[in-house]
Nanobody, 114 residues
Framework: QVQLAESGGGLVQPGGSLRLSCAAS????????MAWYRQAPGKQRDLVAHISTVEETYYLDSVKGRFTISRDNAKNTVYLQMNSLKPDDTAVYYCFASSFQGYWGQGTQVTVSS
């Protein structure tokens, strides 16, 4: 059974930082591309960052220079370090694993507000 367990969300003031974690089980993590998506109320789910099995990365333009995706294959975990957070970053953030098929985590809420 595949499980993606996200953590690290919460309420933060503009300009603050959060680090999201996604611990995976039930997949061959080192052979899986990983990604973070986000979905704000009333909007579509957007790809925020992606990391391949050889650690090539992709970022949504609006988060470049502020967010960093990384992975630790020894811990079966992918991270999203988010700095200089803005109110527009407020959303539910979802972890996604691309293995033999795609798998989603349950999501973690990130709220950026003063």
């Amino acid at each position: 059974q595949v499980q993606l367990a996200e953590s690290g969300g919460g309420l933060v003031q503009p300009g603050g930082s959060l680090r999201l974690s996604c611990a995976a089980s039930g997949i061959i993590f080192s052979r899986s591309a990983m990604a973070w998506y986000r979905q704000a109320p009333g909007k579509q789910r957007d790809l925020v960052a992606h990391i391949s099995t050889v650690e090539e990365t992709y970022y949504l333009d609006s988060v470049k220079g502020r967010f960093t995706i990384s992975r630790d294959n020894a811990k079966n975990t992918v991270y999203l370090q988010m700095n200089s957070l803005k109110p527009d970053d407020t959303a539910v953030y979802y972890c996604f694993a691309s293995s033999f098929q795609g798998y989603w985590g349950q999501g973690t809420q990130v709220t950026v507000s003063s």
